[in-house]
């Protein structure tokens, strides 16, 4: 395998790596149709969700062309085994409640904003420059609203508190996969694609942390971190998920409408 | 139907385009203003229908009693010469 190979293989690696996340969760949003609180949320969750699926395609998209073997987006996206998807784990956890659904959504929107600035504004890729800057819209909404439940569950009733305080013991010790690179993320890193998830860690922090100030929730000390998703080690969920996801394509093959 | 007494009911204004009036289109349940705000945007402007949101809650509006209508509005009815249709227009006005 000669060196421009080796760069390619990685970087169809890399992208994928964003594109599981972005599905993964959209996914998992997609799941709250016909059963959110109330029409409001039912209509914002759904839109949140169709955000990350026309991100997951355009990077599917082109990390394919990089690949160059003629996979397509839908290829990709459902012909894949449970080991070959990279999403981080934190995407792929179950809904649980809203309150659940609202911190997860606000751990990776807290992240995938100010990384998705940093790849419009440095990497060397074209297109992912374009992705980027689109997205970085989107993750910007998904901030905001998820901030702002996770401050009103969190400063709400005594039950929405103490649900969005299960929550954050759930979820919070999955948070720091996010900024660890794969060997894949870190060819890339070098490369001058994509930037080093390490560096967005003090920004994270403090969007957290002022969150977190306003909600009266406090940043739990998390004595094992979880990860293994960018290896495709993932939860029990994740083959659920994706027999759910899959079905159609399995069932089909090839089929479209 | 505990959502619907906790949550008020919001009136949602839209201004469609720059130098066009916002203009009511519907209402939502929302817990205060920013949330009403965002609602009204994954609810209203999903298909690209505005560029600036107004919202304002449903209890604050005061209406017209329909059963005063007839004074209130008949009077106008017969006063034709407040309808500025009596001027000739020249045609390079164009449409006013």
């Given at each position: 395998?000669?060196?421009?190979?080796?760069?390619?293989?990685?970087?169809?690696?890399?992208?994928?790596?964003?594109?599981?996340?972005?599905?993964?969760?959209?996914?998992?949003?997609?799941?709250?149709?016909?059963?959110?609180?109330?029409?409001?949320?039912?209509?914002?969750?759904?839109?949140?969700?169709?955000?990350?699926?026309?991100?997951?395609?355009?990077?599917?998209?082109?990390?394919?062309?990089?690949?160059?073997?003629?996979?397509?987006?839908?290829?990709?996206?459902?012909?894949?085994?449970?080991?070959?998807?990279?999403?981080?784990?934190?995407?792929?956890?179950?809904?649980?409640?809203?309150?659940?659904?609202?911190?997860?959504?606000?751990?990776?929107?807290?992240?995938?904003?100010?990384?998705?600035?940093?790849?419009?504004?440095?990497?060397?890729?074209?297109?992912?420059?374009?992705?980027?800057?689109?997205?970085?819209?989107?993750?910007?909404?998904?901030?905001?609203?998820?901030?702002?439940?996770?401050?009103?569950?969190?400063?709400?009733?005594?039950?929405?508190?103490?649900?969005?305080?299960?929550?954050?013991?759930?979820?919070?010790?999955?948070?720091?996969?996010?900024?660890?690179?794969?060997?894949?993320?870190?060819?890339?890193?070098?490369?001058?694609?994509?930037?080093?998830?390490?560096?967005?860690?003090?920004?994270?922090?403090?969007?957290?942390?002022?969150?977190?100030?306003?909600?009266?929730?406090?940043?739990?000390?998390?004595?094992?971190?979880?990860?293994?998703?960018?290896?495709?080690?993932?939860?029990?969920?994740?083959?659920?998920?994706?027999?759910?996801?899959?079905?159609?394509?399995?069932?089909?093959?090839?089929?479209?409408? | 139907?505990?959502?619907?007494?906790?949550?008020?009911?919001?009136?949602?204004?839209?201004?469609?385009?720059?130098?066009?009036?916002?203009?009511?289109?519907?209402?939502?349940?929302?817990?205060?203003?920013?949330?009403?705000l965002q609602a009204a945007r994954d609810v209203y402007t999903r298909r690209g229908e505005g560029n600036s949101i107004w919202v304002v809650r449903s209890a604050e509006i005061s209406a017209s009693d329909p059963s005063f209508a007839e004074p209130m509005f008949e009077p106008a009815d017969d006063k034709i010469y407040r309808h500025p249709t009596f001027y000739d227009i020249p045609d390079e006005v164009g449409h006013m």
């Amino acid at each position: 395998m000669d060196a421009a190979t080796a760069t390619q293989d990685t970087a169809f690696q890399a992208i994928i790596e964003l594109a599981d996340d972005c599905l993964i969760l959209g996914h998992r949003l997609s799941e709250w149709c016909g059963h959110a609180p109330v029409l409001e949320e039912e209509l914002a969750l759904a839109n949140m969700g169709l955000d990350l699926l026309g991100q997951a395609r355009a990077l599917y998209a082109h990390a394919g062309e990089i690949e160059g073997k003629g996979r397509s987006e839908d290829d990709l996206a459902f012909l894949r085994r449970e080991r070959d998807y990279r999403n981080c784990l934190l995407v792929e956890r179950r809904n649980g409640d809203f309150a659940a659904t609202m911190l997860r959504q606000l751990y990776f929107s807290a992240f995938m904003q100010p990384f998705w600035r940093a790849v419009a504004a440095s990497s060397n890729d074209e297109i992912l420059r374009g992705i980027a800057a689109k997205a970085e819209k989107e993750m910007a909404y998904h901030l905001r609203h998820s901030g702002e439940w996770v401050i009103r569950m969190g400063d709400g009733t005594e039950e929405s508190a103490s649900r969005m305080a299960d929550a954050v013991t759930e979820l919070h010790r999955y948070t720091g996969e996010l900024f660890l690179a794969s060997p894949a993320r870190a060819d890339a890193i070098a490369a001058g694609l994509l930037p080093d998830p390490d560096s967005l860690r003090t920004e994270w922090d403090r969007t957290i942390a002022s969150v977190f100030a306003a909600a009266h929730l406090t940043i739990p000390e998390v004595r094992v971190p979880q990860k293994g998703g960018r290896d495709g080690r993932h939860g029990e969920d994740m083959g659920h998920l994706l027999a759910e996801l899959q079905f159609m394509q399995r069932a089909y093959p090839g089929m479209s409408w | 139907m505990t959502t619907e007494n906790l949550t008020p009911l919001w009136e949602v204004f839209i201004r469609p385009r720059n130098g066009l009036h916002h203009r009511h289109v519907g209402s939502l349940h929302a817990a205060d203003s920013d949330m009403a705000l965002q609602a009204a945007r994954d609810v209203y402007t999903r298909r690209g229908e505005g560029n600036s949101i107004w919202v304002v809650r449903s209890a604050e509006i005061s209406a017209s009693d329909p059963s005063f209508a007839e004074p209130m509005f008949e009077p106008a009815d017969d006063k034709i010469y407040r309808h500025p249709t009596f001027y000739d227009i020249p045609d390079e006005v164009g449409h006013m």
